[in-house]
């Protein structure tokens, strides 16, 4: 075993050399590993103060790890729709802004949750997607 340890400790020395990144360079590991990339759940979902979740068999956020999300849902009636945006997670400040176009909303991201408020026709339509 020690024989091994012997062994495995110059190479893994020297893959961190060769690598060709520096550990300055590196962001914080929270952001690496990106913990808020997956597939959210829309668990609530009113329109001036109407719930409309229950027109529907499921409403799916993915926030995919190349910063790109894709919006999709199907209604109780069989009808499915969905499209795809860009995003920027700032997860310090805890919000991600998406982007479709030349449009862009920023919206909250807590602990696990993205809460969306927008403003349609002078409503609130609010909905909450939680990992």
């Known amino acids: 075993m020690r024989k091994v340890l012997v062994c495995l400790a110059p190479l893994l020395l020297a893959?961190?050399?060769l690598c060709g990144c520096s550990v300055s360079e590196m962001s914080t590991l929270?952001?690496?590993?990106?913990?808020?990339?997956?597939e959210y759940e829309c668990e609530k979902l009113t329109y001036a103060g109407r719930d409309l979740l229950g027109d529907y068999e499921y409403i799916r956020l993915t926030l995919e790890y190349g910063?790109?999300?894709?919006?999709?849902?199907?209604?109780?009636?069989?009808?499915?729709g969905g499209f795809a945006l860009s995003y920027e997670a700032e997860i310090e400040e805890g919000r991600i802004t998406f982007f479709s176009?030349?449009?862009?909303?920023?919206f909250p991201l807590e602990e696990g949750t993205l809460c969306v408020r927008l403003i349609l026709c002078g409503k609130l339509l609010y909905a909450e997607f939680a990992a």
């Open 15 to 17: 893959a961190t050399i």
């Open 101 to 106: 176009g030349k449009h862009k909303r920023t």
């Open 67 to 80: 910063d790109e999300a894709a919006l999709q849902w199907r209604d109780l009636t069989g009808g499915e």
């Open 30 to 38: 929270r952001e690496l590993s990106r913990p808020y990339t997956g």
